[in-house]
């Protein structure tokens, strides 16, 4: 076998069959979504939500309701628009 063509073959090969027994970044896989989760939990005002029956920061549930009617109600029934130069005035 011609020798020129062996060494620069098996240098060229040594480093690819080297890299197959290495472990593929255990740093990165470990804490991969970690950046993610953080700012989600971050994110999140009482993470002991589900465990705590009482009510949540916030507004009580009839007063929520009718305000979500009255938001409905408001798409299905606009207002109709006055001059754009009277705005505020008159009502």
């Given at each position: 076998m011609?020798?020129?063509?062996?060494?620069?073959?098996?240098a060229a090969l040594l480093p690819?069959?080297?890299?197959?027994?290495?472990?593929?970044?255990p740093n990165t896989e470990a804490n991969l979504g970690r950046a993610m989760t953080?700012?989600?939990?971050?994110?999140?005002?009482?993470p002991g939500a589900r465990a705590d029956a009482r009510?949540?920061?916030g507004v009580?549930?009839?007063t929520a309701h009718s305000s979500?009617?009255?938001?409905?109600?408001?798409?299905?029934?606009p207002e109709p628009q006055s001059n754009a130069f009277?705005?505020?005035?008159?009502?």
């Open positions: 011609n020798r020129t063509f062996l060494r620069p073959g098996l690819l069959a080297l890299s197959g027994c290495m472990a593929v970044a953080d700012l989600k939990n971050a994110q999140t005002l009482n009510n949540p920061n009580a549930g009839s979500y009617q009255a938001y409905e109600k408001s798409y299905k029934s009277t705005i505020g005035v008159g009502k």
